[in-house]
């Protein structure tokens, strides 16, 4: 899998993306959450993905988009290790749900915890 997160990545459809709510399962590494349903997409993808941060928490747009992108970071370095041996197709949402501003290697250690949690839960339901 390459290291890049494309276009055709990222998760755009609003009704994708309600339904993803209302039926989603989610797994939680303070301060990151992932939703996450399968699904299936025309595309030959593993996942698409979509990033969010509470304007609650984050009054100004600098600190929310400063947020988002060390979210597609982290995300975008780690996904190879994790999605490489999936077969079912996966719709994500990453939220950050802190209250404080993250460093890139902070949202990085927790990532790799999220994605470990996501795949105990995943294989634990395949089983």
Known sequence: ??????????LKSKKLIDLLFTEGR????????LVYMPTTFDEDLIAKT??????RNFKTAVD?????RLLRESYRLN?????NNFTTQHAFMILY???????LTQ?????????????DKVSEKIK
């Open 26 to 33: 989610s797994v939680s590494a303070y301060p990151l959450r």
């Open 107 to 119: 949202v990085e250690n927790r990532m790799k915890l999220l994605f470990e949690k996501f795949q």
């Open 64 to 68: 929310r988009n400063r947020i988002k």
């Open 1 to 10: 899998m390459k290291f890049t997160f494309n276009k055709k990545e990222k």
């Open 50 to 55: 979509g990033v969010s941060v509470s304007k």
């Open 97 to 103: 749900i802190g209250k404080d501003k993250p460093t």
């Open 79 to 83: 996904k190879g290790t994790y999605f």
